[in-house]
């Protein structure tokens, strides 16, 4: 079962920073919170992760709260080839295998 | 580019045919895990192989099978294929090296299976 809860649709107009949220809130502390996109029909591509610090990379910048029960992915200026489905994935590491569970995601539209 | 690739990148099979599909991983990468996207859904975890063994797995039969190779590209092998089997299958590699949580783990692009 997932263990995040994401908005199924958000819309953002192309420029704009689009704040995606995801709530974790039974995270546990050795658990790392990985955020992946997914346009239609393609494989999952890896945007960030982080563990409780906030990170930032060339794609986007990830906002872990302090409890770590909620996080928020942010792409500081969407453009159309943004459209995509957005997971946040809350990952499982067991018996030294690191194992992400799905959920639905947010279906993310960036329109002119 | 992940660096991950995968193919064939589509194929149909009969039902209650078997079906082998392959994935080579990033370069320097040690572990390669599967998983199933049915249609309008999240990929689903199958199983994760390491070291030429399989050290995690997913609830899936055992018809759903793999294989590892000394330069840690993978099969994914299914038995007895059902109409359900149909989804798009993805690779995903990453380094477990220091085996510890929070690796980078990249995903190819796929490989669509229609079961018929």
């Known amino acids: 079962d997932a263990k995040t809860t994401q908005p199924p649709s958000m819309d953002c107009a192309e420029g704009r920073a689009a704040n995606l949220p995801c709530n974790h809130s039974?995270?546990?502390?050795?658990?790392?919170v990985y955020w992946y996109r997914q346009i239609h029909s393609q494989g999952p591509q890896y945007i960030i992760h982080?563990?409780?610090n906030n990170e930032t990379n060339e794609m986007a910048s990830l906002i872990i709260t302090e409890d770590r029960k909620s996080s928020t992915l942010i792409l500081p200026h969407a453009t159309l080839r943004d459209t995509a489905v957005y997971y946040c994935?809350?990952?499982?590491?067991?018996?030294?295998?690191?194992?992400?569970?799905f959920g639905a995601g947010t279906r993310l539209a960036v329109h002119p | 580019e992940t660096g991950v690739t995968q193919s064939p990148t589509h194929l149909i099979k009969t039902r209650g045919q078997q079906v082998t599909l392959r994935c080579s991983s990033q370069?320097?990468?040690?572990?390669v895990s599967w998983y199933q996207q049915a249609l309008g859904q999240g990929p689903q975890f199958i199983f994760q192989?390491?070291?030429?063994?399989?050290?995690g797995r997913g609830n899936f039969p055992p018809r759903f099978s793999g294989l590892q190779f000394p330069n840690y590209s993978s099969e994914l092998n299914v038995n007895a294929l059902e109409l359900d089997d149909s989804a798009l299958y993805l690779c995903?590699?990453?380094?477990?090296?220091?085996?510890?949580?929070?690796?980078?783990?990249?995903f190819g692009e796929g490989s669509w299976l229609t079961v018929v």
């Open positions: 995903a590699s990453s380094d477990l090296r220091d085996n510890r949580p929070g690796n980078t783990i990249y």
């Open positions: 039974t995270i546990s502390g050795n658990e790392y």
């Open positions: 982080g563990l409780k």
């Open positions: 994935i809350v990952s499982l590491f067991s018996g030294g295998y690191n194992k992400l569970i």
């Open positions: 370069s320097g990468h040690n572990t």
């Open positions: 192989y390491y070291r030429e063994e399989e050290n």
